[in-house]
């Protein structure tokens, strides 16, 4: 008896780890609890498996690093306004900042067949960017941060990792996590 049930425990085990690598190689249909699910696999279901496999792997850091961006751009309003009110990018930006956010937005007017960004035209910098903002007006973000270098650096190594997701790039762990170390650096620093 005692034979029968390891060999039914070890034949399930591995039905349950070739329906597993069916379901990957999109071979076989894994239950879909909606119809938005349904259509994500059959959309991905003729795509290559290490292409569907890379696409789940870096949906946390794109999470982490969309937080992380928009959130740097967000503490950067909040704390130029307060002093500005909405007219902070004209009296803050640099001329090179804001050559850049007209020449993208001309940019999006040719274009308008596609969805523009948002209206603010903080959205239409570049990550790197934002640390210049910060260290061009310290006075305002010094009670928020031990220095310069700190914020700077983490902008700097943070758009290394951005470059390489938003090119669609696969990312190591150990960059995925250094983005999420970061991360958290910034959210414990302006509390």
Known sequence: ????????VFTGILASHCVRDLQTRGLLRSPA???EERREQDLFAPVPEAI?????QMQR?????????????DFIITRLAELDGEEWF??????TMKKKVGDRQKD?????WHVGRNKQPIYYLDFGDLGLLITNH??????????QAWIISRIQDAERTRDVIAHTNLLSSEEGERLEMYFRDFLRQIG
């Open 52 to 56: 569907r496999g890379g696409s789940i």
């Open 33 to 35: 609890r909606t119809a």
């Open 108 to 112: 999006e007017e040719k274009n308008q």
């Open 61 to 73: 850091w794109y999470r982490i690093l969309f937080v992380f961006e928009n959130l740097v751009r």
């Open 90 to 95: 004209d009296k803050r930006a640099s001329a």
């Open 138 to 147: 310290w006075k305002v973000f010094k009670d928020f941060f031990d220095n």
């Open 1 to 8: 008896m005692k034979t029968q049930i390891n060999d039914f």
